[in-house]
């Protein structure tokens, strides 16, 4: 977990001062912390509450350091420049919902915060799959472009990088032992919370 420390705090004095690419990577060690994560592999299962349960993020990556900054002040957090700088454990778990990627600015820099924040905390941090996690989907909606923006030399290298870990992503957590979170619908061949095993495995054959 060294990677995800030192990128926590590479973060926190990168990122935040919205520092150029090459600065960033000289700080978050993005290929490193992206390697480590893929031999994470978190698993799905049961969350135990409470939580607070975060939706799409799409790259806005300022809109959602403001949540968090709010939701710290509602006793969910440490003081998030704290958690930043430092590295303390939230108060409360979290658990984000997946399309973390396209559409927004700042995807790659989103991406990268969250995967440090699972690997240095992952017992509060939990992290689903979206459907802009898949390799057909983000290849067209802005991720693939932006990481051959900010990278022209291994922006195509480091996006590869990332379908890998995003197929390691979990695609359901059941909180507690009654509410079932996921991205997007449930199939109506879906009895048992058991059934996403295989199914896990067929979406990462397919994308």
């Known amino acids: 977990m060294k990677v995800a420390h030192k990128s926590v705090s590479g973060i926190s004095t990168g990122i935040m001062r919205k520092s150029n690419p090459k600065e960033f990577d000289n700080n978050v060690k993005v290929h490193s912390l992206v390697t480590e994560f893929k031999a994470y592999k978190p698993p799905a299962g049961i969350v135990a509450p409470p939580l607070l349960i975060l939706g799409d993020v799409h790259g806005q990556l300022y809109d959602m350091l403001d949540i968090l900054t709010f939701v710290s002040k509602r006793i969910y957090f440490t003081k ?3 958690l930043l700088k430092i590295g303390h454990p939230p108060q409360k778990r979290l658990l984000f919902l997946g399309d973390y990627v396209d559409r927004g600015d700042y995807s790659l820099e989103t991406i990268t915060l969250l995967l440090a924040f699972k690997l240095r905390f992952p017992k509060e941090i939990y992290l689903l ?16 472009d932006e990481c051959k923006r900010k990278f022209p030399e291994k922006g195509v290298e480091l996006w590869t990088l990332f379908q890998h870990v995003f197929n390691c992503l979990p695609m359901a957590a059941l909180v507690g032992t009654k509410i079932f979170c996921a991205h997007g619908g449930i199939s109506e061949d879906l009895i048992s919370f058991k059934q996403f095993e295989s199914y896990v ?7």
Do not use: K
């Not at 799959?129 to 991720?143: A, I, L, M, P, S």
């Not at 495995?201 to 994308?207: D, K, L, V």
């Open 129 to 144: 799959r979206g459907n802009h996690e898949t390799r057909c989907v983000n290849r067209q909606y802005g991720f693939f």
């Open 80 to 82: 998030l420049p704290e």
């Open 201 to 207: 495995e067929i979406i990462r054959a397919f994308y």
